[in-house]
């Protein structure tokens, strides 16, 4: 990747994040997140923009199995049966991560929380290839709907390391600015 296709990125992904917390402090709504390969990459894209500890919450980074279960309280018999790099497990550390901050009473009901999970390389690891990533995202209730809004995402991304957890991040902006736009 040359210099000015990475100051693109980064501007691509400045602009997301931006849009995501100015969207979210219109809702009163919060941002957290569960990270794993992308071990703080997601939490800076917000904490670049100037303003955002209005609106972003913090990130846990949850890089080994154990932290996923014993922190986040992913369920362990996922964990063993089927690894971190799954979808529910990234659908369960986007939970997590927003409850870990609703029990606080000034933020009940309102967090959004955002996970990633995946292989970013540069080989397998065990029978997962490099590039697979799960994006996970949970919503809080909005006006639409009484119910939160769960899901995640399969990547299947290509490049260095670096590539593949800058892609996943921008993925995850990307998917919430889409849900966002979706749950007005």
């Known amino acids: 990747m040359t210099a000015s296709n990475d100051i693109a990125a980064r501007s691509r992904r400045d602009d997301l994040a931006a849009r995501a917390l100015r969207i979210c402090e219109e809702r009163s709504w919060h941002i957290a997140a569960a990270e794993s390969l992308t071990g703080g990459l997601l939490a800076d894209s917000f904490v670049r923009i100037p303003g955002a500890s209005r609106v972003f919450l913090g990130s846990a980074v949850t890089y080994d199995i154990h932290a996923k279960a014993g922190i986040l309280g992913v369920d362990a018999?996922?964990?063993?049966?089927?690894?971190?790099?799954?979808?529910?497990?990234?659908?369960?550390?986007?939970?997590?991560?927003?409850?870990?901050?609703?029990?606080?009473?000034?933020?009940?009901?309102?967090?959004?929380?955002?996970?990633?999970?995946?292989?970013?390389?540069?080989?397998?690891?065990?029978?997962?290839?490099?590039?697979?990533?799960?994006?996970?995202?949970?919503?809080?209730?909005?006006?639409?709907?009484?119910?939160?809004?769960?899901?995640?995402?399969?990547?299947?991304?290509?490049?260095?390391?670096?590539?593949?957890?800058?892609?996943?991040?921008?993925?995850?902006?990307?998917?919430?600015?889409?849900?966002?736009?979706?749950?007005?």
């Open 77 to 184: 018999d996922l964990l063993d049966r089927e690894g971190a790099v799954h979808p529910q497990v990234a659908m369960q550390m986007a939970c997590a991560t927003a409850r870990l901050y609703t029990t606080l009473p000034e933020y009940h009901d309102t967090v959004v929380g955002l996970s990633t999970t995946g292989v970013a390389g540069p080989g397998p690891d065990g029978d997962k290839p490099a590039g697979l990533v799960y994006i996970g995202i949970s919503l809080p209730c909005g006006e639409r709907t009484d119910e939160n809004v769960v899901e995640a995402q399969e990547l299947h991304l290509s490049g260095t390391r670096e590539q593949v957890r800058l892609e996943t991040v921008e993925a995850v902006l990307k998917r919430l600015n889409a849900l966002l736009d979706r749950s007005v």
